[in-house]
């Protein structure tokens, strides 16, 4: 805050400089300074902490501090006032804006929007959770990955049964590897017909749709951000999506097809395609849900069973037997969606 003068000064009463401290501090604890001393700073005449003393001329006498208190708290309160004034008038103006909406618009990002970004687990978790009771008669999910572990769909089990106990039917998709765990063929016999599962090579990143209402797809690489979409179109969009790979799907309890040539497992004709297609041993791996490691073991058993000896010379060997092309029931091209896993409703 600046006392008087400020406009003269770089600095206001409460925030002397170091000769005007000196001598202030001089004046009050002599009662007062002589003229001569008091010319080293002139700022404390201007702002008003020395005055001239009635008996002597000569001298000049302080302010005393309660009363500089006093003048100091009354720019404060003065401030303070006219920073209140500023706010009453911009709420005001708010108000008077979004009165002109009427109301009908909704706050971006806000709750009842068409896309809510939810941002950290805890409320991911907590929107799944609040879908999840809302629901009354179908959820839809992709499950991308590799086997499901235990403690996953251990985690979310209490969920899938209310919903079973509420008649809610369950269609699942999952990559064929996911065949393998014994956590999920556990928890199919647990949930008995409420749950219909089916399986590709590969699937697109995790997808949640409840009553064909309201989806949850993954907004990050480190799956710590998921949007919730409400709006019709882009759910129903979705819905599509899901339904064209739950026909090309394969059900859990049907075998995997033979693949077109023998002594190549159905496995490494859709790693063949993928390879065909120019993707590295990670990507390759990602989108069939397996690790590298597994997946560079199938590659070196495809090379070994088409006799090449070089990448350069499988991926020759490959589209010469005819394997560049997808697997019966892989994934259409181009059905992706950004990000990885996020949590889901198991």
Do not use: K
């Not at 500089?68 to 709420?91: F, I, K, P």
């Not at 109301?103 to 809510?116: L, V, Y």
Request: with cysteine; net charge negative.
């Amino acid at each position: 805050m600046a006392g008087h003068g400020t406009e003269q000064h770089p600095h206001g009463a409460d925030r002397l400089c170091e000769i005007g401290d000196r001598v202030y501090s001089r004046a009050v604890r002599r009662g007062r300074v002589t003229r001569t001393d008091a010319a080293q700073a002139p700022c404390l005449l201007d702002l008003a902490l020395l005055h001239p003393d009635p008996d002597d001329m000569d001298w000049l006498v302080p302010t005393a501090p309660q009363e500089v208190m006093t003048r100091l708290l009354r720019g404060v309160y003065d401030e303070v006032s006219a920073s209140q004034r500023r706010v009453g008038a911009a709420v005001a103006a708010v108000e008077r804006y979004a009165g002109l909406g009427g109301g009908t618009q909704p706050a971006a990002g806000g709750e009842g929007s068409a896309i809510r970004v939810l941002d950290g687990p805890a409320r991911i978790q907590a929107a799944l959770d609040e879908a999840t009771d809302a629901c009354t008669s179908e959820v839809l999910t992709v499950q991308p990955g590799g086997i499901r572990r235990e403690h996953e769909l251990t985690e979310g089990l209490h969920r899938a049964l209310a919903l079973r106990s509420r008649g809610v039917r369950m269609r699942d998709l999952y990559n064929h590897v996911a065949r393998h765990g014994q956590g999920l063929l556990h928890y199919l016999e647990l949930m008995g017909d409420a749950v219909e599962a089916r399986t590709l090579d590969e699937v697109i990143e995790r997808l949640i749709l409840f009553d064909r209402t309201v989806a949850f797809i993954p907004a990050n690489a480190d799956r710590t951000v998921a949007l919730e979409l409400r709006h019709p179109g882009l759910v129903a969009y979705l819905a599509t999506v899901f339904e064209r790979l739950w026909r090309a799907a394969i059900p859990l309890t049907a075998a995997i097809p033979e693949p077109r040539i023998e002594g190549i497992s159905h496995r490494e004709q859709s790693i063949a395609a993928l390879l065909a297609e120019g993707h590295q041993d990670a990507v390759i791996a990602e989108r069939l849900g397996i690790s590298v490691r597994t997946c560079r073991a199938h590659i070196a058993r495809l090379s070994e069973t088409l006799g090449a000896a070089s990448r350069t010379q499988l991926g020759v060997r490959i589209a010469q037997v005819g394997l560049d092309a997808p697997a019966p029931d892989a994934a259409p091209a181009g059905l992706s969606l950004p990000g990885q896993e996020s949590p889901s409703v198991r």
